[in-house]
């Protein structure tokens, strides 16, 4: 198995860029609108909810390699039936408002299951934060031993910054750049650092070693088109800051 080109040169530079409408978004129209977006913005590749027809769409509109997310392995199939190029189990911040937490023990088993009915395409997991740091790396090298070729972050849900402004957006960032400094250094596969990532501290997640990052809700829930391909592009520009090359991994 081989990661899509565009992403591994983007993975090796430190500067892929994901831009995700949502798990649980299936409205065609606010999916659409991340899309072009991410698409007009520079972004690296596009993460839309593991659905066929949105899959379709989207391929209407862009270029830019298809992620599909889900939880349920056979969601998969058909997404990636009708065109997805790489698939991604998580995020999981949308479920943890419901009260449904993912232990290590069945993001494991839905890998492996994954891995079963879809054993070439590219598979990015992610690891649940409620884990402790100890047991997320852990975690990361099983799901790299379960066939895992993307590891992937996240935080921002359970992070509660007390500040307003830079403060508030670095403490927000706190828990998933933390997951990303430790799982890069325990995993050889690429690490994507997501859930509560902004312009101001996406440099820094490729700084704690990240190969990229993830970015939903400070794209998808703009409302103008113009203010959502400014925001892809300002996070573009960002990780353009960053020298790979100079950052100790």
Do not use: W
């Not at 990229?212 to 400070?218: D, E, N, P």
């Amino acid at each position: 198995m081989t990661i899509h080109t565009t992403l591994q040169r983007a993975f090796e530079q430190g500067r892929a860029l994901k831009i995700i409408s949502g798990l649980n978004n299936f409205d065609p129209a606010r999916v659409a609108a991340t899309v072009k977006a991410a698409d007009k913005g520079g972004a690296t590749f596009v993460d839309i909810a593991a659905d066929a027809n949105l899959v379709r769409m989207c391929r209407e509109l862009t270029d830019l390699p298809i992620c599909v997310s889900a939880v349920e392995p056979q969601l998969f199939v058909p997404a990636v039936a009708a065109g997805a190029d790489l698939i991604e189990i998580g995020n999981f911040d949308s479920f943890y408002a419901q009260g449904r937490r993912f232990e290590a023990a069945e993001v494991l088993e839905i890998t492996q299951t994954t891995r079963s009915l879809l054993p070439q395409i590219t598979l990015s997991v992610t690891v649940p934060h409620i884990l402790q740091l100890s047991e997320q790396v852990q975690l990361a090298e099983a799901l790299v031993k379960a066939g895992a070729d993307i590891i992937q972050t996240e935080g921002g849900v359970s992070a509660t910054p007390t500040h307003a402004g830079t403060l508030g957006t670095i403490e927000k960032a706190a828990p998933t750049l933390a997951a990303a400094y430790e799982i890069s250094r325990a995993v050889s596969v690429p690490v994507l650092c997501a859930s509560g990532i902004s312009s101001v501290t996406a440099p820094l997640a490729i700084a704690a070693g990240a190969a990229g990052v993830g970015v939903g809700s400070a794209v998808n829930r703009l409302n103008s088109e113009i203010a959502m391909v400014a925001a892809v592009r300002s996070l573009v520009e960002a990780l353009a800051t960053v020298n790979r090359s100079r950052v100790s991994v």
